[in-house]
């Protein structure tokens, strides 16, 4: 008799950014659950090379790739719309061609800033995307590269994870330097921990899931609610934390964002897949892991 360990189909699959915040902890969900993995960083795979993406995803052979690799700096990306096209669109349309000739599926990790942020409930996955920002529309042209009869766009929001920069770490060091921090209220969202998601996505890499799905820790606050969640987490006086509007920032920030970006996990939970945590879960974890 065979047993449920033999019998299990090893899945390969190749991840794009695999050094960035969420790349990182996908290449662990991957190891540990028990697939193969082929790990790419920008160093060893640069996806706005057409050529090289060709190579190294012809030589890799993977069942699945999930391409985590973007342009994430917002304010950045408004500046240099031409570059976040090439990385997020151009670079997206270099690994779906690579991933066609071998035979794979793409996974494409996706952004709550595709949405402009005037509905007043949760985003649905049929919801009409009007991205307000240059990054937000580059992700969105990224997806459209896509083929969802087999391949699937993941969208996610407000990541933040043990590897690289996020806001769970810029909160705790303003907090270590200010008396008091500002945070804006008028923006809301659900912040979503990689160490809760990656295995998600490795999980729809290996049972094939098709098309849109939104991905996100339960739970929405706004950045000023989500500061006060830190420092509580933290052992500090959440009164520290004061509220400004969107409006009233200074400076302002060059990239507009959504002021909902709320995203319905309702895919998942018409497939009655298991839902992420509430948010305040894996922030305590991540909180106590950053002052351990
Ligand atoms: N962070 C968020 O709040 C958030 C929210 C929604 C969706 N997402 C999406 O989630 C995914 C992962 O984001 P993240 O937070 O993990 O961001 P991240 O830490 O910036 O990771 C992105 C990775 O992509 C790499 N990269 C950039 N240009 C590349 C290129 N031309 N070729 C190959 N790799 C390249 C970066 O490498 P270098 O740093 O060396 O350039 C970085 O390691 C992205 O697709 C992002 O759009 C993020």
């Known amino acids: 008799m065979v047993g449920a360990a033999e019998s299990k189909k090893i ?49 890799a052979n993977a069942q699945a790739i999930i391409h985590a690799a973007a342009w994430t700096a917002v304010d950045a990306c408004e500046s240099d719309p031409q570059k976040a096209m090439r990385v997020n669109r151009d670079g997206t349309a270099n690994v779906v061609a690579a991933a066609r000739k071998s035979g794979a599926r793409v996974i494409y990790i996706s952004t709550d800033y595709v ?64 008396p008091t921090l500002t945070f804006v209220d008028d923006q809301i969202g659900s912040p979503t921990f990689t160490s809760d998601v990656a295995p998600v996505i490795v999980d ?27 420092l509580i987490a933290a052992g500090l006086d959440p009164s520290r934390v004061l509220s400004t509007s969107t409006a009233d920032l200074r400076p302002q920030r060059p990239a507009e964002r959504p002021a909902n970006s709320v995203l319905e996990n309702s895919k998942m939970r018409e497939g009655n897949l298991t839902l992420l945590d509430d948010y305040h879960t894996p922030l305590q974890r991540l909180v106590d892991q950053l002052l351990s």
């Not at 662990?28 to 057409?50: C, F, R, W």
């Open 11 to 59: 899945v390969k699959i190749l991840v794009t950014g695999a050094a960035g915040q969420l790349g990182t902890d996908l290449v662990l969900a991957v190891q540990k659950s028990g697939h193969e993995v082929v790990a790419t960083s920008h160093a060893d795979l640069d996806i706005t090379n057409k050529s090289q993406v060709d190579l190294v995803i012809g030589q």
């Open 115 to 178: 949405f402009d942020g005037t509905k007043p409930t949760p985003y649905l996955e049929s919801d009409l995307p009007n991205p307000k920002s240059v990054y937000g529309a580059s992700k969105l042209a990224g997806e459209r590269e896509l083929d969802l009869t087999q391949d699937a766009v993941v969208r996610v929001s407000w990541v933040c994870g043990a590897h690289g920069a996020n806001m769970v770490k810029t909160i705790l060091r303003l907090a270590s330097t200010s």
């Open 204 to 230: 729809f890499a290996v049972n094939q899931r098709i098309g849109i799905w939104h991905v996100t820790n339960q739970g929405f606050t706004s950045w000023f609610g989500f500061a006060q969640d830190v």
